[in-house]
């Protein structure tokens, strides 16, 4: 018996295994002309190799629900129907191979108009293709980051529109798990922390207030996302700061939240909203969050950070941790790492299921 290979069932969805494919940013659309933000061969042989692989869930990485809310201009977006309509190839061939596909939703902030990474990744002057970032308050993210303008709330409202927008658009292509990015430091995390959020309106200063967009956005995706499918949503457990930051116990105090308003799943990660704090980084580093959240809450979690080995994958789960864990390093070194899983613990299928299906 072994728990990494148990199907789990969220609403009337069925995930074939607990081993998922966690969002990762490719930064490989297009820049500029019709294609923007459009998925193309990189995403779909990216995609379509994991999925092959046997991970149970293949979450496609942070998809812009806006122009401006891309990290980089080579971002995935999801805001206009070519891009739509070609993430409905990845989504199809996921499916396919017996795989759940899902996509995270996503705003940068003031995390926005940043350079690809492997070109050092700072942000964007308007000369270089950059665009004026946004957020909660004009605090800048770090050293050399512009000052964000502060988002009034009817700004805060379209926002909040187009991640409904968005979800709709991902329901036509195809998807059957949205999560929502409240984590890493981007927009919707940033309302949360005190660190980032200085704002003295209905949306700053207390824990109800600094939560408040977050559920506005968790509410109006949930309208459009229909009953029967699950939706997940990433949260940073804790900024890492000695003081001022947003901790684990706001995040289990939060997750209760998440659960009364339609989040099936919480995806339990950490930190991205402030540079140069220490993170102890280690094998299964953010475990114990998700574990805290879980048995204190009864949310579900998915698990994620440094988890390489299929024993490691697996004890997280016979021990109650969580009930998926989400693996990306690991799946980049090895598409197939969840079949080499299977085989280790004898769970190696015979026939691939979306054969013995007789698909
Ligand atoms: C979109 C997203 O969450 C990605 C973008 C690329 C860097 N990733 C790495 C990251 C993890 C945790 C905190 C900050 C950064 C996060």
Request: aromatic letters at 6%; glycine letters at 10%.
């Given at each position: 018996m072994s728990a990494l290979f148990e199907p789990y069932t969220l609403r009337s969805l069925t995930i074939p295994n607990r081993v998922w494919m966690s969002p990762m940013c490719q930064y490989s659309a297009a820049e500029s002309g019709p294609d923007t933000g459009a998925a193309n061969d990189w995403h779909f042989a990216h995609y379509a190799a994991r999925a092959v692989g046997g991970a149970g869930l293949v979450m496609v990485e942070a998809t812009a629900v806006s122009p401006e809310g891309r990290i980089s201009p080579a971002d995935l977006g999801i805001w206009n129907d070519t891009q739509t309509t070609a993430l409905r190839r990845v989504t199809e061939f996921v499916k396919a191979h017996g795989a759940v596909p899902a996509v995270q939703l996503a705003h940068a902030g003031r995390k926005a108009s940043t350079g690809l990474p492997w070109r050092g990744g700072a942000p964007l002057g308007a000369d270089e293709g950059g665009w004026r970032t946004s957020a909660p308050s004009p605090l800048p993210f770090g050293e050399g980051h512009p000052v964000p303008d502060e988002l009034s709330t009817d700004a805060m409202a379209a926002v909040t529109r187009q991640f409904a927008d968005a979800a709709r658009r991902a329901l036509d292509a195809g998807f059957e798990v949205a999560e929502i990015h409240g984590a890493h430091g981007y927009l919707i995390g940033e309302f949360l922390s005190p660190h980032s959020n200085h704002r003295e309106d209905a949306y700053g200063g207390s824990f109800e207030n600094r939560t408040r967009f977050a559920l506005e956005v968790v509410d109006a995706v949930r309208e459009v996302w229909p009953s029967e499918l699950p939706l997940f949503f990433r949260v940073s457990a804790t900024d890492w700061l000695e003081a001022?930051?947003?901790?684990?116990?706001?995040?289990?105090?939060?997750?209760?939240?998440?659960?009364a308003h339609g989040v099936d799943l919480l995806d339990v990660s950490s930190g991205g909203n402030a540079p140069g704090v220490r993170i102890p980084t280690g094998p299964g580093y953010q475990v114990p969050f998700a574990a805290r959240v879980r048995a204190e809450t009864g949310l579900?979690?998915?698990?994620?950070?440094?988890?390489?080995?299929?024993?490691?994958?697996?004890?997280?789960?016979?021990?109650?941790?969580?009930?998926?864990?989400?693996?990306?390093?690991?799946?980049?070194?090895?598409?197939?790492?969840?079949?080499?899983?299977?085989?280790?613990?004898?769970?190696?299928p015979e026939v691939p299921p979306q054969y013995a299906r007789g698909a």
């Open positions: 001022g930051g947003w901790t684990a116990s706001d995040t289990v105090r939060f997750a209760a939240e998440l659960r579900p979690v998915a698990a994620v950070g440094m988890i390489t080995e299929t024993e490691q994958a697996e004890k997280i789960l016979a021990n109650g941790e969580a009930d998926a864990v989400l693996l990306g390093r690991a799946l980049l070194r090895d598409p197939y790492w969840t079949r080499r899983a299977a085989r280790e613990l004898g769970r190696d």
